[in-house]
């Protein structure tokens, strides 16, 4: 017995690793004597131990230069190479958490927000510092605002579990800019003293209900830790529903919560905020439905990314 099992230790068959630079081709890294059932995550983190400036989320692994990058639960054996396997490097960036660009790019929008509603001094006239709008409308519409981004903060501490860790650093300045400003733009004209309200309102907590349902229902369908991908269908939630019809019903939902905020307020700001967001929304989304035709070959025929039988 003691034999058998010496000599099934023996038959194990270890992988050489040698790590190119994707633009250069020049050899960044070899590992010798690499077990078969290592991961592209483990792999990246022997590479990080020579090279201690790529740490391993701004590594992009490819078994080709100008390939896609390999995920980090891929299993070196069940790769495509031999027992001397070449890899080729990209480096993604300096990187930052997801959790800390959406904490930084919702914080932002909710205390600028704040700030103009409350009239604090520099904004307006000095005669306005810290006053109180007469029309209800606005308090409003602050209400519903500062409720969107404080369910936004509340779903990426305790709802959200992203696919990746991190991405790119510049992206929480861009995002940042985009909010912010924007932010500003709407809370400017939204709480200046000299707004009128429209003679109808609206309110967008209905969408904001059905957008928080939608994240839940995405939460539920990934397990806490992993990655694993599942097509997402409607629960007993009636808010869930939508599935039937759309890939992307967290999008459909924030479309019609700031369709409802534009027609509440009537400024020209939040409209525009709302049409730019409508696109990149939909670009998000056609991406995601793209994804999900091609991974699974049984998903519903009838949805449509966003908008049901239009877009």
Sequence with gaps: ????????????????????????????????KVEPNATIGE?????????????????????????????DEDVLQHLPVG?????YFRDLG?????????????????????????????????????????????????????????????????????????????NIFKNCTYYWGFAAWMAYYINHPLYTPPSKYTCTY??????????????????????????????????????LLVSCPNYTYELGSWLGFTLMTQCLPVAFFTLVGFIQMTVWAKGKHRSYLKEFRDYPPLRSPILPFIL
Excluded at 9 to 27: C, P
Excluded at 45 to 61: D, E, G, L, T, V
């Design 1 to 32: 017995m003691k034999e058998t099992w010496r000599t099934a230790k023996k038959a194990v068959v270890f992988f050489e690793v040698e790590i190119l630079d994707a633009k250069t081709k020049d050899k960044l890294c070899f590992l010798d």
């Design 94 to 170: 300096a990187q930052i958490s997801w959790v800390t660009v959406f904490l930084t790019e919702y914080t932002g929008p909710l205390v600028i927000y704040l700030m103009f509603y409350f009239r604090v001094p520099f904004i307006y006239a000095p005669k306005y510092d810290f006053t109180t709008s007469k029309h209800w409308v606005v308090h409003l519409a602050c209400m519903c605002h500062s409720f969107h981004y404080v369910k936004r903060l509340l779903e990426t501490l305790f709802v959200h579990r992203f696919s990746h860790g991190t991405m790119p650093l510049r």
């Design 206 to 243: 209905f969408c904001q209900i059905g957008n928080f349902s939608i994240h839940v229902a995405l939460r539920n369908l990934r397990p806490p830790g992993s990655k694993t991908r599942k097509i997402p269908y409607p629960t007993k939630n009636p808010f869930t529903w939508i599935f």
């Design 43 to 71: 792999i990246k983190s022997m590479f990080h131990k020579s090279h201690p400036q790529w740490y391993p989320a701004r590594q992009s692994i490819r078994l080709d230069p100008k390939g896609k990058s390999l995920k």
């Design 83 to 87: 027992t001397t396997a070449t890899f």
